[in-house]
């Protein structure tokens, strides 16, 4: 354990309390958590704020050993002993005690899509369409169909999901990708202007519409359009490693695209999709040795990153570690299908 194991803490009105202890294999952790509904003086946000600081670099956190499996490693191995037959004869017993429940049969299909195995969901999002069709089984099953390449089925999914619930956001941004997909780049940007025209906050449309810009062709255009919405917001982390990203994607620019990527490393909380981000920027500069080490920092972080551990396998194979290079491919195939043409997108492939 680490952390704060016992801790009684109020801040900004809200009180928490934590006592935590571990036996043996068995953690018991209790955690309450009181909020008193008064309003704070201003002059003691500062101070608030500190404490939450603090707080937060006492994050109780419960470590695995090393040399724990990751999740996708774990899910892996269970595949290939068999192991996985109990849970899958519990879900067909929910949907035979109750078939006429919607429930048993996106259970099941949930529980497949975490198993990396999309086919197989198929049937249980069709049943449950067929019985209750809502908007987010459509774009659940829009999603299966993606990493199934079928883009064009995919799209019809989103469609009905939109139909069903038009102001979703998550299926307009899913909707410019299946788009993307499919090379139909002019009305996945035609989405993202008018999201864009309607959106509050812009920092999540803008970087779809910077990356719709990079898959068509016209990074440039994107390069410029996150500036100009850096130039609003300069210290924001998000929007810095989408430059960072983008230009080392594309490949164009990379002379300040590490100063992009290191800036928003800075600044940022969750720095692993960074990290993965300025690796790629390495690679493209031919600084094999700094690449690893981003990417072994992410993978610290997100063991299971397809993305960083599909780069790392390709740095592994430059350098000769073809036993470790195909661990990592193996990994990052069985959580993102596609990942191989995805990076041939750019024009990366082992």
């Not at 595949?79 to 078939?99: H, N």
């Not at 620019?253 to 992009?260: G, H, I, M, P």
């Not at 780069?311 to 193996?330: M, S």
């Amino acid at each position: 354990m680490e952390g704060d194991v016992a801790a009684d803490m109020t801040i900004a009105g809200t009180r928490l309390k934590r006592e935590a202890r571990l036996t043996g294999n068995r953690l018991d952790q209790t955690e309450t958590i009181w909020n008193s509904g008064a309003e704070m003086p201003a002059n003691q946000l500062p101070a608030a704020r500190a404490q939450l600081a603090a707080a937060k670099q006492r994050e109780f956190q419960l470590r695995a050993p090393t040399g724990f499996p990751t999740p996708a490693e774990e899910i892996a191995a269970a595949k290939k002993d068999k192991r996985l037959g109990p849970l899958l004869a519990a879900y067909q017993k929910a949907i035979d005690d109750d078939p006429d429940s919607v429930a048993g049969y996106l259970g099941r299909a949930a529980f497949n899509i975490d198993i990396f195995e999309p086919r197989a969901a198929l049937p249980d999002l069709d049943e449950a369409i067929r019985r209750e069709g809502d908007a987010n089984s459509y774009l659940s099953r829009s999603g299966v169909y993606s990493q199934l390449g079928d883009f064009d089925k995919a799209l019809a999914d989103v469609d009905e999901a939109l139909a069903l619930d038009p102001a979703s956001e998550d299926a307009l941004g899913w909707k410019t990708s299946v788009l993307s997909e499919l090379k139909r780049f002019d009305e996945a940007l035609a989405i993202a202007d008018e999201q864009l025209s309607l959106a509050k906050d812009k920092r999540g449309w803008t970087t779809t519409k910077s990356d719709l810009l990079g898959k068509a062709g016209r990074a440039e255009e994107g390069i410029t359009l996150l500036a100009a919405a850096l130039a609003d917001r300069p210290g924001d982390s998000m929007l810095l490693n989408q430059m960072c990203w983008l230009k080392g994607t594309r490949s164009i620019q990379l002379d300040t695209a590490l100063k992009d990527c290191t800036r928003a490393i800075e600044l940022t909380d969750t720095p692993a999709s960074v990290l993965d981000s300025r690796a790629m920027v390495f690679y493209r500069l031919g600084r094999l040795e700094e690449a690893r080490a981003d990417l072994d920092a992410a993978l610290k972080i997100s063991p299971d990153l397809p993305a960083s551990l599909f780069l790392r396998a390709i740095v592994r194979l430059q350098g000769n570690d073809r036993e470790g290079a195909q661990a990592d491919l193996a990994l990052a195939r069985l959580q993102h299908r596609r990942i191989d043409a995805e990076y041939a997108g750019y024009g990366i492939a082992p």
